[in-house]
């Protein structure tokens, strides 16, 4: 037996490492084990690398329609092992940044793959070694990874996963991609950027289709614009290999059809990742293939927790980060005032989606009364300076009270400014507390006065509706 800490985290991503360095400063010894890089999915092969492959796509394209604003760059190109370069640089900052506050902090790094044996003991197998801990508390924090179909020829070399997509070393010339949620619609977002043929296909009615309604025919819209080929309420049926890539059979409304592409990515989902994780009689309660746990992140084995993409129904790294936290406190003795039930989501597509509370669609199902305040972003003087896509923000509130009860953005910063909704929805702000705020002229921000006073139809750059 090496080391009996106060409490081990298995894990090292967001979930996981943030868990780890908050418990430490309330003064638990404290150890996370990790067998891949710090950071977990997503720093190497989730939000993090996203966004930078997005960051790069999005300049190469603004560089291009450069001309709107009178300026001229010939011969734009780009390269795309530069690209890849820059990803992997800004994830190993990144990497370095984490390992240096887990030293800081006296959090001890353990390398190795984890398994929780009985008694709060675990092994870890590193290099043909296997060395033995002890804890009071452990933290699982193994996160989640790609979800299969059964779909005949998924198996086939360059039929990939998000993960696989990452390792390529050149840019696709056509794509399949099976899934239209959100990393679907963001992959398909990087690689039309970069002249890559893209053909999506997603089973349901829409694409991204836990989000608004009309987010999801305008986001449609937006990437048929950008040369994407999408097909929703379509089944992937078959993939066989061709000569340069493969041939997808799939059905569109009961109609076969047929497509070629050089490669096939699937973005069908991600599952718990429990692999290997349970030691011999170590039988753990599962909601489906989820690790079960209280309202405290307890499993059904005491002193035993589990957070983020292990055991919640939200995948996102901000909800493992904030269960992380949460759970640190408990664990350290320290306060904690994080509403975990307000979790926005968010797509850095163009224009940025993103999302918290509840939809209009949602409010009728549950027949609450609402009153929705929507406004359409060419009254915005910014959005117009920056020639952004069109968009829109909407707001949902309680019809009596008018507390905010949801809100919709689908613009340039929407990922930012869906901020000051998540602090009203979290604080029960009403439309009033929210307009007592002078926002910046000229910003996005100022949309979202826009959208609060056309709850009574009181906006000011918006036609009244009599003249419309
Ligand atoms: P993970 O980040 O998955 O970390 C788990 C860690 O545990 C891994 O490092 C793994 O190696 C380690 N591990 C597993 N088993 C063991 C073991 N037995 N022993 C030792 N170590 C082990 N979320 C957002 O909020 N915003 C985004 O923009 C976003 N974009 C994404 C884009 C893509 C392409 C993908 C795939 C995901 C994206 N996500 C995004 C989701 C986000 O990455 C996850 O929600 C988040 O990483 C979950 O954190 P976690 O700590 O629960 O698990």
Known sequence: ??????????????????????????????????????????????????????????????????????????????????????????????????LSLLKANGVAMITGKAILEKDKTITVFHNNEVKTYRAHSIILATGAVPSKIPVKGCQLDGVLNSEDLFLLKEVPKSLVIVGGGVIGVEMAKVFSSLHTKITMIEAAPRLISNFDKEIAQSLKMTLKKQGVEVYTSSLMKNIEKEKDGFLCSFEENGENKEVSAQYVLFAVGREPNTHGLFGEGVTIEMAGKKVAVDDGFETSLKGVYAIGDLSSDIQLAHNAIAQGIQLAHRLGGGNTTEDLSVIPSCIYTNPEIASVGITEEEAKKKEI???????????????????????????ITHGESGIILGAQLMCARATDMVGEFVTAITNKLTVDDMLKTVRPHPTYNEAITEALEEVEGQGIHVLPKRKR
């Open 1 to 98: 037996m090496e080391k009996t800490f106060d409490l081990i985290v298995i894990g090292a991503g967001p979930g996981g490492y943030v868990a780890a360095i908050k418990a430490a400063k309330l003064g638990l010894s404290t150890a996370v084990i990790e067998y891949r890089e710090v950071g977990g999915t997503c720093l190497n092969r989730g939000c993090i690398p996203t966004k930078a492959m997005l960051h790069a796509a999005d300049l190469y394209k603004e560089i291009k329609e450069s001309e709107r604003f009178g300026i001229f760059a010939e011969k734009v190109s780009f390269d795309y092992s530069k690209i890849v370069e820059y990803k992997e640089e800004t994830c190993s900052k990144l990497r370095e940044g984490i």
């Open 369 to 395: 009364s609402v009153k929705v305040g929507k406004f359409i972003m060419g009254g915005n003087s910014k959005t117009l300076i920056s020639k952004d896509e069109r968009g829109f923000i909407k707001v």
